[in-house]
């Protein structure tokens, strides 16, 4: 118990913590630096406020289409037809037509790498058959990512009244993209590539500047403005920095690369304990055994701000008493972290083995102890 309250108070952090920095401004209408692997809030401003997504919204759009992949509803090599609808969308093209075969491969390099409408309306019909449905997938996959104040109507990011999300929920999406899709999220680390003989660049200038750079979006429009989700890593540390509305290509560079700096520079992410560490102990009444192992049923990961840890302090609480038989993962105690003596999180603590009922002596012995206690 000693070691485990020593160690949290040495490196633990919550993100409502985090959330302003005092001595950061970022040139943006909207803005939010996360860490990936905490999922904890180390920058924002406006974060929760609706914005137009623009072409961030393809992060959507792939994120439906690696999943119409992993089901198999859709294979890397599959030829898909280019209706009309797809060949004349208006905005950023791939260029694919009516007469040439395209495979979903390609599509997926035209939209993530060249930002391709037409790649997006292409994809989407062969997923769903129509664009519009395809937006319900999009809306039904945002609901379960928790993405509260985001709706979408189209898979490209073209203007809509209806069309809409926020910095927070775009974190969330690509957090989710490089978590469940590891195997396609390489794709946005691409610098270019070429389709009936037109090559484009990818719009993410700063996969050109940051080594560390390895992804993930831009995007544009005259009412969202000059947009950027950035994905780094640095010494195995992932952060992802969402830009909204700054005034041109280079600001919005400029002003990710600024927030990424920020994090990196600032915070350090630190992994506590692993699932199913025995942190403790417990004592258990009418049990085959008296004692009970009890830890996270998680990796437990807390990002750090340097030179604030002699804040937070971690106790833990047991649920007492506690009678035979427990499950393994049953839900034991709870560890509380504070800030300041306020309560910022609280993670489960848990059975990491099962337990039966000890014999019709043990049961009697322990129930005559608990009468006196």
């Known amino acids: 118990m000693k070691h485990l309250f ?19 401004s970022i040139a943006a209408k909207a803005y939010l630096l996360s860490d990936f692997q905490t999922g904890q809030t180390l920058a924002s401003q406006n974060a929760h406020e609706q914005i137009e997504p623009a072409s961030l919204t393809k992060l959507m759009t792939a994120y439906v289409v690696f999943s119409a992949l992993k089901q198999h509803r859709l294979e890397l090599n599959q030829a898909v037809p280019v209706s009309q609808t797809a060949w004349k969308m208006i905005g950023s093209r791939m260029f694919i037509e009516p007469n040439k075969q395209v495979t979903v491969d390609e599509l997926i390099r035209g939209m993530i790498v060249q930002s391709g409408n037409d790649a997006c309306i292409a994809l989407a019909e062969a997923v769903a058959g129509s664009e519009a449905n395809f937006a319900g997938i999009m809306n039904k ?3 379960r990512l928790s993405m509260k104040n985001t709706h979408f109507t189209n898979s490209t990011g073209l ?46 200038r700063l996969l050109w500047i940051d080594p560390h750079v390895d992804g993930m979006k831009t995007g544009w429009t005259k009412n969202a403005g000059f947009c950027l989700i950035t994905s780094a890593m640095r010494d195995k540390r992932r952060l992802i920095s969402v830009v909204i509305g700054a005034k041109s290509a280079n600001a919005r560079s400029a002003e990710s690369q600024r927030l990424l700096n920020y994090g990196f520079q600032s915070y350090d992410t630190l992994q506590l304990y692993k699932k199913n560490d025995s942190l403790t102990t417990i004592h258990l009444w009418k049990g085959a055994q008296n004692e009970l ?5 998680r990796d437990v990961y807390f990002t750090l701000p340097k030179g604030q ?30 800030l300041d003596d306020k309560l910022i999180e609280t993670y489960p603590l848990v059975a990491l083995e099962e337990v039966g009922v000890a014999n019709i002596f043990g049961r009697t012995w322990d129930s005559v102890k608990l009468l006196l206690n």
Do not use: W
């Open 6 to 24: 020593l160690s949290l108070l040495l490196y633990c952090v919550v993100s409502s913590a985090l959330a302003q920095a005092d001595n950061l």
């Open 293 to 297: 192992k009890a830890g996270f049923d």
């Open 141 to 143: 996959e945002a609901a």
């Open 159 to 204: 203007p809509d009244p209806n069309h809409y999300t926020t910095a927070y929920d775009l974190s969330l999406l690509a957090t989710a993209i490089i978590r469940d899709f590891p195997e396609f999220y390489p794709l946005y680390s691409q610098k270019e590539y070429t389709y009936n003989n037109i090559t484009q660049p990818n719009r993410n």
């Open 309 to 338: 840890s002699d804040r937070l302090k971690a106790t833990m609480e047991y649920k007492q008493p506690l009678i035979a038989p427990v499950q393994r993962g049953q839900e034991v105690g709870t560890v509380k972290f504070t």
